[in-house]
């Protein structure tokens, strides 16, 4: 019967009676400062770009460049070589679906163009 009684008035809106209090143990607290302040010094994060082309050759990557200015010039893209292939890089996008507008209208120019995921500075993110 108390227990009826109880339930009624919980969903009568008595929260006096309802009322829950959590207490975090001092280690767990501290844990999670912790990781807060981690993930403020930060400086990169893991989200996505897209890459315009990788390859072997030097003049392709740099052709794409070129190609690419000339297309989309308010974008800045990266080249990199990595042993031994050169990519064009472009954007820096914390997930995947803010990333798919802009890849869909490259692709009609660059149709090598490919989302992959790469290390983004934070200030990347926030200074577009």
């Known amino acids: 019967m108390r227990v009826i ?3 009624v008035l919980c969903l009568l ?17 501290n844990l999670m400062s912790r ?3 981690l993930g403020k010094e930060e400086d990169y994060i893991n989200g ?4 315009l082309v990788s390859t072997t050759d030097r003049r392709k990557m740099e052709r794409t460049h070129y190609a690419f200015r000339q297309q989309f010039p ?6 990199k070589y990595e042993n031994p292939y ?3 890089k472009v954007g820096a996008f914390e997930n995947r679906f803010d990333l798919e507008p802009l890849l869909v209208e490259i692709k ?7 989302p992959f995921r790469d290390r983004v500075l934070k200030s990347e993110l926030f200074d577009r």
């Open 74 to 79: 308010s974008l800045n893209p990266k080249s």
């Open 86 to 88: 050169y990519s064009l």
């Open 35 to 37: 990781y807060i302040s």
């Open 5 to 7: 009684l109880f339930i």
């Open 13 to 29: 809106g008595k929260d006096v009676l309802c009322q829950v209090t959590f207490s975090e143990q001092s280690q767990v607290e």
């Open 108 to 114: 009609s120019y660059f149709p090598e163009a490919i």
């Open 48 to 51: 996505w770009r897209i890459k």
